[in-house]
């Protein structure tokens, strides 16, 4: 029976036993809707940013480039996608104008710093050059305002320490309900065929916790190694999952990336670490929605 409105029974508010509060909604970074004001860091980081795919969101980067200046900009590795040019290779104007961003801000004096990835290993050979201004490194330190040591690499070496494949990253929401249907569909073939059951669906189930597992590997093993490097902190990215928290005795910072999420790292005057969402509010949730999602955000890293 629904209580009358005016006369709310003093347990209304009171949660029934063994109920627990909902969390609530994910909300640790900070969104700012295109169109938000210019602003200006001490420093940024991004990554995983794919130029060269289809997957690059380079209208939302070049707007977040042009309304966020910097000190230092280092780009975490990634950036262009080597891979896809050696197949087919995808350009646009906005694209472009990413590059002529990153461009004006070296013109404009900030130190563009480039870590290369594992897509873009090719410019890896390029260590210890520049070009057009951008210095390219293997991995530095980037001492933060308020004296902390962050080690800067792309990550993708920690691929290797990890157990779990890679594809397992690729899988989200859609392909598990494809895979109950195909499922329906194989253990039809399989009778047909005297086969014993085999479930399709379970397997890619255990598939899909096995990639939420991967991502906190990934991050331990990251931890790990920046705390044998006896820095105070570790900036990444290659799982395109930004994330900001300690780890041990590490700050564990990965700045996300500009496929799915559309994230950046920033560091202000005073030192201060925040990551930054530069998309509608709407096209951000997706990726941070529920732990399904989380899986879909995954690109191959
Ligand atoms: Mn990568």
Redesign the pocket.
Known sequence: MAETAWTPSPYARSEPKGARLKPPPRSRFTPHPVGHAPRRHRTIFLS?THLGTRGCKAELLADFLSKNSCDTLYLV??IVDGWQLKRRWYWNAAQTQVVAEVLRKVDEGTRVIYVP???DEFLREYCGRSYAGVEVVRETIHMTADGRRLLVL?G?QFDGVIAYARWLAHLGDWAYCTALRLNDMLSFVRRSFGMPYWSLSAYLKKAVKNAVEYISRYETAVARAAEERQVDGVVC??IHQAEMRRIGGVLYLNDGDWVESCTALVEDARGNLEILRWATPTAAQPALAGTAAREAALIP?
């Open positions: 995983d590795g990634d990835g594992n897509h792309h993708d990215g290659h890293a």
